[in-house]
């Protein structure tokens, strides 16, 4: 009897203290996690290098690799060549048009001297020394000139609306080939795999040697050194945070301490969820709990996948 008496009093005080110590740790309780990038391929060709490790840590607008550009080199050169085509195929108005203007010059300066020979056979004839023919003669001269002026007028214009009609269709293909070449440029840009943000290379996909496609993985990179503890609380502890509120984040460090971290509240769901099967909140008995996010800067500890632990006071 005094056996069973003294278990008793040994027994019960752990369990009470085992009973308090987990009620009094942590608020909540959830997992580390980064957001992610996944570095695709723009462009489809053969990966000519990919100078990266898992673990690397990368900065942004950093130039990794290279896929190969020769096709599309040889794209933008066909490209390239069927415009300087095009300019052959145009035609220059312009020495037609100045040869039509020196013959109206010249018609002009023989009208001028037929007008100032109608007027002395003019004279001439009211003084008896001159026919009507020979006036009928200038001004039928005269007339033909002017015809002329009027037909070579007529013909430069229609020289260059038909030329430039001409020209018109054959240029109307540069502008279609000169986009070409742009989105060429575009693509060859698009080769160099360039790293769009700070951070480590967590999962390495493709090796240099291989053929890739556009929209292909290459690589997964996320920034550690701001890493986010995903957890949950119950409808009762919403009226216990709100955003940018400053919370301890306790993190294994033995199997009897924890590690301490500051962190600060950057989300909370406006949407109440089930409980998550890896997650057990303050209160096991709530099935429907709320998601938060807290921005903890990482001293190199933590990692994606831990568990952490949260104290709002």
Known sequence: MKTRILLYIIVLPALLAGCNSNNQVSDASGTFEVDEVIVSAEVPGKIMSLNIQEGSILKKDSIVGVIDSVPLELQK???????????????????????????????KAQLNDDFLEKARTEKL???DAATQKQL????????????????????IKVQETTTGTQNNTVLSEYRPLKKSVAQIDDQLRRTNITNPINGTVLTKYAMAGEV????????????????????????TQLAQVKL???????????SSTYRTYYGVITYISDKAEFTPKTIQTKDERANLVYAIKIHVKNDGYLKIGMYGEVKFN
């Open 212 to 235: 890739t496609s556009a929209g292909k993985a290459l690589y997964k990179i996320g920034d550690l050194s701001v890493i986010t503890l995903r957890a949950y609380i119950t409808g």
């Open 125 to 127: 004839i009211k003084a």
């Open 136 to 155: 009928d003669d200038i001004n039928t001269a005269i007339s033909v000139l002017q015809k002329q002026i009027v037909a070579n007028e007529q013909q």
């Open 77 to 107: 050169a066909q490209i390239q060549a069927t415009i300087g085509a095009l300019h052959q195929k145009t035609m220059d108005v312009r020495p037609q048009i100045q040869e039509l203007k020196d013959q109206i010059a010249a018609q």
């Open 244 to 254: 940018d509120q400053k919370v301890k984040v306790l993190v294994d460090n033995t």
